[in-house]
T-cell receptor, first 113, second 112 residues
């Protein structure tokens, strides 16, 4: 399976600021996804990051709050904008390996104060 | 709303026994089904996936799918203390290379 890295691994941010999370894959992949895991909860899909086109957002998530870039087939970023304490979560990127199996990066643990 | 349901547990199983984890899903058109293991503070790790009705075995793990009953299960044979984790059931509702809908997970404890 692909090797996935994320930066930063964790951060503490002040409310009202923004944080950009990077996801790097060691091989070219078509589909990349961003998920959120709130404390004590399961994973919720935020959006699908498509190379060469706009990201596709799930219900309840909007581009102004979670802008996503996908400049090439090995890299994507998720920005959490105008943060509030409710945005404190683990943010995970995942990739589809081409046979509909998804593998996750190590996650970014975000705390908003 | 598309849902994936799991018993949150904790499910306590003696070492060496079979652990049985269950999951139901609401969307009858769901295409593929996944089991992930998540240790505390770590990201989910893919254990198995299944697309067709019946059983699929991989080492100590067996996934079972019954589309008519909208039911997926994971059996872990010869349970080890290292199997203690949260097990997440995930469903690809829309098919193809698409995002997954996750259940809330079952916390499994293997008692030595």
């Amino acid at each position: 399976s692909a090797v996935i890295s994320q930066k930063p691994s964790r951060d503490i941010c002040q409310r009202g600021t923004s944080l950009t999370i990077q996801c790097q894959v060691d091989s070219q992949v078509t589909m990349m996804f961003w998920y959120r895991q709130q404390p004590g909860q399961s994973l919720t899909l935020i959006a699908t990051a498509n190379q060469g086109s706009e990201a596709t957002y799930e219900s309840g998530f909007v581009i102004d709050k979670f802008p996503i870039s996908r400049p090439n087939l090995t890299f994507s970023t998720l920005t959490v904008s105008n943060m509030s304490p409710e945005d404190s979560s683990i943010y995970l990127c995942s990739v589809d390996d081409g046979v509909d199996e998804q593998y996750f990066g190590p996650g970014t643990r975000l705390t908003v104060t | 709303q598309k849902e994936v349901e799991q018993n949150s547990g904790p499910l306590s199983v003696p070492e060496g026994a079979i652990a049985s984890l269950n999951c139901t899903y609401s969307d009858r058109g769901s295409q593929s089904f996944f089991w992930y293991r998540q240790y505390s503070g770590k990201s989910p790790e893919l254990i198995m996936f299944i697309y067709s009705n019946g059983d699929k075995e991989d080492g100590r793990f067996t996934a079972q799918l019954n589309k008519a009953s909208q039911y997926v299960s994971l059996l872990i044979r010869d349970s080890q203390p290292s199997d203690s984790a949260t097990y997440l059931c995930a469903v690809n509702i829309r098919g193809g290379a698409d995002g997954l809908t996750f259940g809330k997970g079952t916390h499994l404890i293997i008692q030595p």
